[in-house]
């Protein structure tokens, strides 16, 4: 079965440096990876889309890159700010008809002014 | 446009009882996911509705869980009888489902605690 690994459980930085969350896959390659933000008590909300022959997709102040070779996606939040506090959860999609989503556990950021 | 509609927010039951959570998604949207989420971790499929039929159950415990989306609308997540290890977050969330691999649309979800 798939296994996703998120790098930390949690990743605190100071306000306006980038942070950087890290996303590794095992097994198969997904066609595609999607990365969502987690509020407490919330439901996930999508943030960014990138399939596998994309190496870098960008909004706004974020940044995915994929990562093929390694089996890793890496996910920045530039000049961030308290608001972007939250968790962070990446999922995987082989792409096949039924579209199964595989998330990750998550990692928490915090951001400190 | 209006969101993916989850009730109750919270529940708390005993083991051996039943719970039933209720799902309305987005207007037009074909596809219904239920998901659970455990603390700490993240969201598990447990079934996946294309319309009103069932796609993708291959996670979901039969023996104690049933799920229905008559109509194809809203859609009832059911456990009978409730375990200690049933205590999370259940999600629902839906999609166009026009094309592979669109962005899913959460709900807040239901807690439960299964005392």
């Known amino acids: 079965s798939q296994k996703i690994e998120q790098n930390s459980e949690a990743l605190n930085i100071q306000e306006g440096k980038t942070a950087t969350l890290t996303c590794n896959y095992t097994?198969?390659?997904?066609?595609?990876l999607q990365w969502y933000r987690q509020d407490p008590g919330r439901g996930p909300v999508f943030l960014l889309l990138i399939r596998e022959n994309e190496k870098e997709k960008r909004k706004e102040r974020l940044k995915v890159t994929f990562d093929t070779t390694l089996k890793q996606s890496l996910f920045h939040i530039t000049a961030s700010q308290p608001a972007d506090s939250a968790t962070y959860l990446c999922a995987l999609d082989r792409g096949s008809t039924l579209g199964r989503l595989y998330f990750g556990r998550g990692t928490q950021l915090t951001v400190w002014p | 446009e209006a969101g993916v509609a989850q009730s109750p927010r919270y529940k708390i039951i005993e083991k051996r009882q039943s719970v039933a959570f209720w799902c309305n998604p987005i207007?037009?949207?074909?596809?219904l996911y239920w998901y659970q989420q455990i603390l700490g971790q993240g969201p598990k499929l447990l079934i996946q509705f294309q319309n009103n039929g069932v796609v993708d159950d291959s996670q979901l415990p039969k023996d104690r869980f049933s799920a229905e989306r008559l109509k194809g609308v809203d859609s009832t997540l059911k456990i009978q009888p409730a375990k200690l290890e049933d205590s999370a977050v259940y999600l629902c969330a839906s999609s166009p489902r026009t094309r592979k691999n669109e962005k899913l649309f959460f709900g807040s979800g239901t807690q439960l605690s299964v005392l």
């Open positions: 207007s037009g949207h074909a596809t």
């Open positions: 097994n198969y390659s997904p066609a595609y």
